[in-house]
């Protein structure tokens, strides 16, 4: 007994900070489907009719997107040839298997099948970012690309009847149909004369999404504010049409909209999920909410909701890089990209940022004209000409980063503050980037079905700039994406803004079992030098740097690189330094292998990274 009752406190401790209201949605979201008293388990509808979109009524010549003419692309970066025909929508195109539930109700299946493999390369061609590069092409006078869309859509409707397979298991991928179908009507200047089919599949998805909202917000992540907006925007379209259910569903959205603007979005902008790609997706979803109220013309948002959107924006602002529109490669990310209009890649994040400011702030988010600037023009919104201020050194408190600037130098620092659950261990994480080169980095997450040492490792403080003890994570595990034991600052932060010689910051904590990690950061116009105090810990602890690609050689505790060179002090005499390859995640299930520095010591120490550039 004595062995468990640390576990047993440990998971009641969790379960309090992830609340106990939110647990108390999720057992009655399960209880509902085992007992199958769920009104979830007993939606019924036919299957919608083509056609669901007629010839645009805008005719531009705007650049649109080549994605999906030849070849679908999956996750930003995997293509997979279509032949012209619609993807295969229940087949995991990459190991070629079908699911075999293909024909059961949603419920039923599993969240997790071995022989598939990972559910979201299924659902994938299911989000339906292919509608709207029909949408683009069919304005832009290609007569063959509305009859493809309805071929497409007509087939899928056929391929997966309502509520049957594993494409409607998830309320936010159907959340994620309804925005591209309703932005595809935008984009042609077609919401004023939908069809019917058009109307009952937008009807047909948000009956699926309803009855499951509160799971979603039991999540406190992304799922609620994308299925909020759905019902938001979908729920709006159908009003505006004559049909009444959709002022309950407009209301719903609009309700828990506002809910999630708040709840989620910390005062500092940091959305709940501490992750860059998850942040962007939140931040799209809020943009063509607020596109579609402007359209309808209903009462405006809350200036809370503002308020806070307007903190997002500038949080992801601060974190990308403006030259190439890359961020740092932050927490959790699934590989999602909605209302994708232009040719820019998958980690290009200046396009949303470029939307979400025009719209929110009525500023320009990047001060020089850019691809980014397209998707303003398919969704109808004015290019701003007002920049934004220059961006300084600044504490993000709520959120747990400090970011340090010093001309084309940046450093994130992350350090332990969590109100939401952490998905990565990643306390004291650093990330430097030099322009657009991001040279201490992090390795991201690959996949959400990996094998359990992949998910261990990619998650855990293997893959992170860090200090890791005693061969453990940060925190204790209790789940495939849950950890307890939340590390929080043993001290407040020392945070020196932008002063004329240097630029600094200091933080510490100490973990579940009792070791000690104090880092201190500073940055100048020529250097960056970071300082680990470690303590506390049984046997030995590991100091990793994550670098670049590139050939390195180790020479005296000194390592020479392109832009500068790497050394090594330490007090303990016992330090060994050696470089190794180890996994590197940019994109979602890609991985190649990375050059890592590791520094190893057995007792209590302070180690110096300094990395010197010339100039």
């Not at 042609?188 to 019917?196: A, E, H, I, K, R």
């Not at 740092?328 to 040719?343: R, Y």
Request: aromatic share 12%.
């Amino acid at each position: 007994m004595s062995n468990q009752r640390p576990s047993l406190l440990l998971k009641f401790r969790t379960a309090r900070l992830l609340g106990l209201s939110n647990i108390w949605r999720v057992f009655l979201y399960r209880l509902g489907l085992k007992t199958r008293l769920s009104r979830a388990c007993r939606l019924r509808s036919r299957i919608p009719a083509a056609p669901f979109y007629t010839n645009p009524l805008r005719k531009t010549e705007l650049p649109g997107t080549t994605r999906w003419n030849n070849h679908s692309i999956l996750f930003g970066h995997i293509e997979i040839p279509l032949h012209g025909r619609p993807p295969p929508w229940h087949t995991n195109v990459l190991n070629n298997k079908e699911h075999p539930q293909k024909n059961a109700p949603w419920w039923k299946i599993p969240d997790f099948n071995s022989m598939i493999g990972d559910i979201k390369i299924i659902w994938e061609a299911s989000r339906f970012g292919w509608v709207l590069a029909f949408a683009t092409e069919a304005s832009r006078g290609n007569s063959q690309s509305i009859a493809r869309l309805n071929d497409w859509l007509e087939n899928w409707c056929k391929e997966n009847p309502p509520y049957i397979g594993p494409n409607w298991k998830c309320g936010q991928e159907a959340s994620i149909r309804v925005i591209h179908l309703a932005t595809a009507s935008l984009i042609m200047g077609t919401v004023q004369t939908p069809t019917f089919g058009f109307l009952e599949l937008l009807s047909t998805h948000l009956q699926r999404i309803e009855p499951t909202l509160p799971y979603a917000i039991a999540q406190d992540n992304n799922h609620g504010t994308s299925e909020a907006a759905a019902l938001f925007i979908g729920g709006s379209y159908l009003e505006h049409h004559g049909i009444l259910e959709g002022r309950r569903w407009s209301k719903l959205g609009r309700k828990w909209l506002e809910n999630r603007a708040k709840r989620l979005i910390l005062p500092d902008g940091t959305f709940s999920q501490y992750s860059t790609n998850y942040h962007r997706l939140m931040l799209d979803t809020f943009s063509i909410s607020e596109i579609f109220r402007q359209k309808f013309q209903l009462a405006p948002f809350s200036q809370a909701l503002f308020q806070r959107i307007c903190a997002a924006i500038e949080w992801l602002t601060q974190i990308t890089d403006p030259q190439s529109g890359d961020a740092w490669n932050w927490g959790a990310n699934d590989g999602a990209h909605i209302l994708h209009l232009t040719q820019t890649g998958y980690r290009d994040f200046r396009p949303s940022l470029q939307l979400a400011g025009a719209i929110f702030l009525e500023r320009r988010i990047f001060d020089s004209a850019g691809e980014y600037d397209i998707q303003l023009d398919w969704l109808n919104i004015p290019r701003r000409q007002l920049p934004l201020p220059p961006l300084k050194s600044k504490l993000l408190p709520n959120g747990g980063i400090a970011i340090l600037r010093r001309g084309e130098k940046r450093v994130f620092l992350r350090f332990p503050s969590f109100e939401f659950r952490p998905s990565h261990a990643d306390s004291l994480h650093l990330d430097f980037w030099i322009g657009n080169k991001n040279f201490f980095r992090d390795a991201g997450t690959f996949s959400y079905n990996a094998s359990p040492t992949l998910m261990t490792y990619f998650s855990g403080v293997q893959s992170h700039n860090t200090i890791q003890f005693d061969d453990r994570d940060q925190m204790p595990r209790l789940g495939r994406f849950l950890f307890g034991g939340w590390p929080r600052i043993d001290q407040p932060i020392k945070f020196v803004d932008d002063s004329q010689t240097s630029s600094s910051v200091t933080a510490s904590y100490t973990d579940y079992w009792g070791a000690y990690h104090q880092r201190q950061v500073i940055l100048t116009d020529h250097n960056l030098s970071v300082i680990d105090n470690i303590s506390d810990f049984e046997r030995k602890a590991v100091l990793r740097w994550r670098l670049p690609d590139g050939i390195y050689s180790l020479n005296e505790k000194r390592i020479y690189t392109h832009y500068g060179t790497l050394e090594f002090t330490s007090s303990s005499p016992n330090i060994k330094i050696r470089i190794v390859n180890n996994w590197e995640s940019i994109r979602y299930l890609e991985k190649k292998e990375s050059t890592v520095v590791e520094l190893e010591v057995q007792e209590p120490c302070q180690i110096t990274t300094t990395f010197n550039w010339p100039g």
